[in-house]
């Protein structure tokens, strides 16, 4: 009987703690600081850029989940203990104290949001979706990955620069041996060795093909960069090729001058990914996913996350299921209802 009464006083004792203010003022400090180092360490990258960032530090930021805060074990179990003690605080005021529609119902917002952001840390799902050109994948990397109800090929990937970039042009005179280096534009006039030798840009292929119609490019992308070029000095006019990929490329043995180009790029203005959904073998839906402008289906979100500069044709996507947002969403929209209730209130209630 002793035994029975001391276990209903430690539960009795416990339900106070759960329902207690101070609990409150114990759990927001640690979500804050949790918070705060997620804000301060940036989330979801690869480990290797962890290594490179903090070095031996890198392991002990993966093993407490520092890289990964809002997805943690322990946020999770923080938000919902937080959860509970409100949802029990107002439990005791309703009962006790009859709360007014327009607090309960702010109450009730908070909770919303709070189980928005639980669903969130428990079922939500993150991952990366690395990509080539013509690639069709169906599944996300992480730890852990996971498994897409639908397919993503990648179609065509470009990357936008501001300007067309600096091109650098080395002229050697392969008779009397003087060298100089220039920048040229296209559609450009430049001179060279005091005014005795004049360069023509005639054109810039940045994607340089030969079809049925003659010299073309297939894209914007700088692929396989080339000029044409018309060289003028005293000894008359000859018109050359220039490669960056592929130096001396078309230089006759009549030539006099030897050419070296190199496309250094201009900055990164964006850079976008054309793939298709495909579902079931079929082409569901066709989009452009560039960066702030994701792509949304059946509930996920695939974000253009990079590139590499050495590989034009590779993207890497990454890719989001976050299912309590509607419910995050649906508690700001009561939240907002019951404090637009409560101003009204108090301006009915004014003498």
Known sequence: MERSVSEESHSATDAMFLASPRLLYWLLPCIILLSVAGTLIPQGEEPSWYIGRFGSWAGMLTLCRLSDIYHSGLFTFLLGLLGLNLALCTWQRQVHVRLR?????????????????????????RGSLPLNIGETKDAAEGKPGFAL???IKLEDFRIEHYGSGRHRLTVTDRKAGWSETAEVQPNTKTVLHNSSVHIA???????FV???????????MPNNPTLRLEI??????????????????HMGQTSRYALAYELAAGQVRQFRSEVAIVEDGWISARRAIEVNKPLRWRGYTIYQAGYDPENPAYSSLLVSHDPGVPVVYAGFLLLTTGLIWTFLRSLWRRP
Do not use: C
């Not at 840009?201 to 994607?207: A, G, H, I, S, T």
């Not at 003028?232 to 490329?249: I, L």
């Open 149 to 151: 109800p639908f397919s």
């Open 232 to 249: 003028t000095d005293a000894q008359g006019t000859e018109n050359q090729w220039a490669f960056a990929r592929f130096p001396g490329m």
């Open 201 to 207: 840009v005639l054109d810039y292929y940045p994607d």
């Open 101 to 125: 529609p327009d607090v309960l119902l702010t109450h009730i917002a908070i909770l919303t949001v709070l189980a928005g952001g639980i669903i969130t840390g428990i079922a939500g799902r």
């Open 210 to 220: 030969m079809d049925k119609s003659g010299p073309a490019t297939r894209s914007q």
